[in-house]
T-cell receptor, first 115, second 112 residues
Framework: DSGVTQTPKHLITATGQRVTLRCSPR?????VYWYQQSLDQGLQFLIQ???????AKGNILERFSAQQFPDLHSELNLSSLELGDSALYFCASSSRVVSGANVLTFGAGSRLTVL | GQQLNQSPQSMFIQEGEDVSMNCTSS?????WLWYKQEPGEGPVLLIALYKAGELTSNGRLTAQFGITRKDSFLNISASIPSDVGIYFCAGRAGDSNYQLIWGAGTKLIIKP
């Protein structure tokens, strides 16, 4: 157990729908990162939050949004879902803003299937 | 933008063989990280490197931070079946971009 908790583990939905993925970071970690991993692909950075504030944006679609709450848990909202959004979505946390100065700890991921 | 090339893309090896994979970047990095991802799981940190020339071991795994600061390699000695998975390198460049840059991964498959 990495200490990063993601729910749900699996999610099946239809095109056009909206889903919310949830992440609780490791105790003491202030930064939360969201990554997308499509089948047999690498990790695509979506967005980072630090202590409730957005710190960096990667290749996140406008249909996607995220936030980090005062208790430091984070949610990734995916709307107007398309077939191509089917992927594993990972949350990772770290204790510092500068990701390179500290390592990321990943959750087990949420597997989203859009039919 | 910054790019990180990881090779090989996949490896088919016999149990007991040594494995070597590497990553090269188009710019100087000041941190290299190696992660392993098993099927259905999130990546798990194997080794972190913070200084050029640094050589660090974790059991049968050894990783080095290249002297040029533009490359890193990971070696696995005497591979065993549980070594299968995808190995990712990630690096942070020496500029103000705080985000990790990720390699595309090396898929390790052990031939029966």
């Amino acid at each position: 157990d990495s200490g990063v908790t993601q729910t749900p583990k699996h999610l099946i939905t239809a095109t056009g729908q909206r889903v919310t993925l949830r992440c609780s970071p490791r105790s003491g970690d202030l930064s939360v990162y969201w990554y997308q991993q499509s089948l047999d692909q690498g990790l695509q950075f979506l967005i980072q939050y630090y202590n409730g504030e957005e710190r960096a944006k990667g290749n996140i679609l406008e249909r996607f949004s995220a936030q980090q709450f005062p208790d430091l848990h984070s949610e990734l909202n995916l709307s107007s879902l398309e077939l191509g959004d089917s992927a594993l979505y990972f949350c990772a946390s770290s204790s510092r803003v500068v990701s390179g100065a500290n390592v990321l700890t990943f959750g087990a991921g949420s597997r989203l299937t859009v039919l | 933008g910054q790019q990180l090339n990881q090779s090989p893309q996949s490896m088919f090896i016999q149990e007991g063989e040594d494995v070597s994979m590497n990553c090269t970047s188009s710019s100087i990095f000041n941190t290299w990280l190696w992660y392993k991802q098993e099927p259905g799981e999130g990546p798990v940190l194997l080794i972190a490197l913070y200084k050029a020339g640094e050589l660090t071991s974790n059991g049968r795994l050894t990783a080095q931070f290249g002297i040029t600061r533009k490359d890193s390699f990971l070696n696995i000695s005497a591979s065993i079946p549980s070594d299968v998975g995808i190995y990712f390198c990630a690096g942070r460049a020496g500029d103000s971009n705080y985000q990790l840059i990720w390699g595309a991964g090396t898929k390790l498959i052990i031939k029966p």
